[in-house]
């Protein structure tokens, strides 16, 4: 007989946790950036897509209760030919992929068909849901065994391959997922076995995600609760004295901004500080980006400004973009650092500053406060005589004159290096905006006038009673020039300083 032949693709089953971004495994992340195709479900969590690398095949299989994009069938089919073609192919599964995740049938599909997989399992919601509402599934106090079991199947039909009389009388604590729509005939079946109607029941929905909601009560008023609250899938259930920690232990609801859906038109490359930063605090964030940071008209006058750099006394940065255009111009231009000489830099602000000190290269000047062009003026004229000193400003097209005319004023030689260009961003926010449309927000950001522009030319309606907060006064007056309020101005003129306005506030 033919020995089997394996073939070279192999198939990762992949739990891609149960949606908090950093809930899933190095080993996860390995295997979505080795993947020439990613298959993935409605429950994991798309911003995982990202660790892909360029050019990976994403398919979407599905699958929301009643929705089934793809029937189990064919995913089986799918991956098995993929694996086949000699494909690297990673299936990412909500959670863990063995837990209610049809893994395991996914993984005997490939092996009849000799095709070579590995099982990476995933941290599930029927644990981690509960954690993230205050609820432990075990605790000396109260349980020492944990029964999870599915809602999906109807209690009542008479082949139903559960015993509720014996998960009812069982001791411990009991989750059950894929349950909210049944929520009525399974506390009925708890109850009429004999399970206490004070026993408490916690319902976590969309469990770590930034818009994760509990619902708590007992089993004799939580299906009208649900009822009531209208709550729906994707929920975890846990019933027992466990969720009676939730008082205590309720860290992840509690945190300042948890629950305030947050607006950040900043471009996407610079986002992300700040969304990080929000979202840490409890915020659920949209990434709206108004603008985008393109090259310079004059790319080659840039250029040749910064192949002069080391004659200069001093280079100024305004911004972390300019820091970022001119050591892409610099590297071009250059392979050695020295390149630069013994030129001193100045920076507005600690941002600008951050990016020239991941360069290894030391900050010499910068305003103490007041991170705005005028402040690093007065830091220029408390520091020395500008007379004669050759300066490079370092600089968007767009921006206020005000350094260029304060240090020539005081008898400086300023060149200014047009280094990049902002401009409105037209397809990387279709998404942000439609949820923008349909869900509104709490409040919204801006770090930038040009945000603020860029924001107000996309023409959709603020969404009614949302707050404005702004990152200092230049940002301010644009907006207060279309005639809206600002509602939070940030002291410190820069991304912590702001995130620390819109905490307090929220407090
Ligand atoms: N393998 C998954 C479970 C898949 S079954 C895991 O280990 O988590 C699908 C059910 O899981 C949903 O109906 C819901 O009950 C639960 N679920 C998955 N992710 C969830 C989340 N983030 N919040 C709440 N419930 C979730």
Not at 219 to 246: M, N, Q, S, W, Y
Not at 276 to 287: F, M, P
Not at 327 to 337: E, Q
Not at 468 to 478: E, F, L, M, Q, R
Request: proline fraction near 5%; charge should be negative; glycine fraction near 8%.
């Amino acid at each position: 007989m033919a020995s089997k032949k394996t073939s070279p693709g192999i198939c990762y089953l992949v739990g891609a946790g149960p949606g908090d971004p950093g809930l899933l495994t190095l080993k996860g992340k390995e295997c979505i950036e080795a993947a020439d195709v990613l298959v993935y479900d409605y429950l994991c969590n798309p911003e995982h897509l990202r660790y892909a690398k360029p050019g990976t095949r994403r398919i979407y299989v599905g699958k929301k209760a009643g929705d089934h994009t793809l029937p189990q069938e064919e995913i089986n089919a799918l991956i098995v030919q993929l694996a086949k073609e000699g494909k690297t192919v990673t299936r990412l599964k909500g959670g863990d992929p063995v837990l209610f995740g049809r893994g395991a049938e996914e993984a005997a599909e490939l092996h009849d068909a000799g095709v070579k997989f590995e099982i990476v399992p995933g941290i599930t919601s029927a644990i981690a849901g509960p954690a993230y509402a205050g609820i432990p599934v075990t605790h000396r106090s109260h349980a020492s065994q944990l029964t999870i079991f599915t809602g999906h199947e109807d209690p009542t039909k008479p082949d139903t391959s559960l015993n509720y009389a014996k998960i009812a009388q069982a001791d411990g604590t009991k989750v059950f997922l894929m349950g909210v729509e049944r929520i009525d005939e399974i506390t009925t079946q708890f109850l009429k076995h004999g399970a206490k109607p004070e026993t408490p029941v916690a319902l976590v929905r969309w469990a770590t995600h930034t818009h994760q909601q509990t619902l708590v009560g007992t089993l004799a008023d939580i299906a009208a609760k649900v009822k009531a609250a209208g709550f729906k899938a994707p929920a975890v259930a846990v019933i027992g004295d466990v969720v009676t920690e939730r008082e205590k232990l309720n860290w992840f609801e509690n945190r300042p901004l948890f629950g305030k859906k947050i607006v950040v038109t900043r471009t996407r490359q610079q986002a992300s500080g700040l969304s990080k930063q929000l979202t840490l605090l409890g915020a659920d964030v949209i990434e709206l980006p108004t603008i985008k940071i393109v090259e310079p008209q004059n790319p080659m006058l840039f250029g040749e400004l910064v192949q002069d750099c080391h004659t200069y006394d001093w280079i100024i940065f305004t911004s972390p973009n300019g820091v970022d255009a001119f050591f892409t111009m610099f590297d071009k231009l250059y392979n050695d650092a020295r390149s630069i000489g013994g030129v001193r830099i100045a920076c507005v602000g600690p941002s600008t500053a951050e990016r020239v000190k991941a360069r290894h290269l030391a900050v010499d000047l910068m305003p103490d406060k007041n991170f705005v062009a005028e402040g690093l003026v007065k830091a220029f004229k408390d520091h020395q005589n500008m007379e004669n000193v050759n300066v490079l400003w370092v600089r968007a097209e767009e921006t206020r004159e005000v350094i260029a005319n304060e240090l020539t004023g005081m008898g400086a030689i300023v060149d200014e290096g047009l280094a990049y260009r902002t401009v409105a961003e037209t397809e990387d926010n279709l998404e942000a905006l439609a949820r923008l449309k349909a869900e509104g927000a709490d409040m919204i950001t801006f770090t930038s006038a040009s945000t603020v522009e860029h924001f107000l030319n996309l023409k959709v309606a603020l969404p009614e009673g949302i707050k404005i907060a702004s990152i200092g006064p230049v940002t301010s007056t644009a907006i207060k020039e279309h005639d809206l309020n600002v509602d939070v101005e940030a002291k410190d003129h820069s991304i912590p300083g702001l995130v620390a306005a819109v905490e307090k506030f929220w407090r």
